[in-house]
């Protein structure tokens, strides 16, 4: 079987790990501390995805909200 992620996307996370463990791991525009550690993988697979890894694509946003809205509507009936 393939791998879904790359050794590159690998050691990028890893190093977003061992970054947030030092406490200078720093998120986006704001540049607070990141703490989680879901964000610290989001960080590093993003990271590798700009360098063009193998990285499995972002799944859609938009989906989860039309469900959410379909399920309420059910709901109200």
Known sequence: MARKYSKGSAKKVKRAM???K???LKSGRS???VTS???A???GLSEARKEG???PPKKK???KKAAKKKK???AKR
Do not use: F, L, N, P
Request: glycine share 8%; hydrophobic share 30%; aromatic share 0%.
């Open 61 to 63: 946003k938009a989906a």
């Open 41 to 43: 993988i989001a960080i």
């Open 53 to 55: 890894k193998k990285v």
């Open 18 to 20: 061992h970054k947030r």
């Open 72 to 74: 309420a509507k059910k």
């Open 37 to 39: 550690r879901k964000q």
């Open 22 to 24: 030092k406490g200078t």
């Open 31 to 33: 540049g607070k501390k």
